[in-house]
């Protein structure tokens, strides 16, 4: 497996932004698809977006459509969740996740991911 480390969460006012960050480190040279995926309070972890190993391939939940940019630098071996426009429903832990090496096809299942990070809480206020 490989390790995910988030960063980048906070408070932030609706219409603000913040970029997340993951960075991965252990299986970093498998190609992989990367997505993000959150959980609020008494809700079930649902998916965010997803990118695939090149970057030239993305999918996004429809709630987040226009707001959310993910990306990723795999020189760097880091993936980026750009949010902006963020609305107080937005709040929630946000997790990054990875799926097996080798992984092409972008699922939106977290059972399709094999990795996950410890998260990152990110909290909209009104």
């Known amino acids: 497996q490989v390790q995910l480390v988030e960063s980048g969460g906070g408070l932030v006012q609706a219409g603000g932004s913040l970029r997340l960050s993951c960075a991965a480190s252990g299986r970093t040279n498998s190609k992989t698809v990367m997505g993000w995926f959150r959980q609020a309070p008494g809700k079930e972890r649902e998916f965010v977006a997803a990118?695939?190993?090149?970057?030239?391939?993305?999918q996004y939940a429809e709630f987040v459509k226009g707001r959310f940019t993910i990306s990723r630098d795999n020189a760097k071996n880091t993936v980026f969740l750009r949010m902006n426009s963020l609305k107080p429903e937005d709040t929630a832990v946000y997790y990054c996740?990875?799926?097996?090496?080798?992984?092409?096809?972008?699922?939106?299942?977290?059972?399709?991911?094999?990795?996950w990070g410890q998260g990152t809480q990110v909290t909209v206020s009104s």
């Open positions: 996740a990875a799926e097996p090496p080798g992984s092409i096809l972008i699922s939106t299942m977290a059972n399709a991911y094999d990795s």
């Open positions: 990118v695939s190993w090149s970057g030239s391939r993305t």
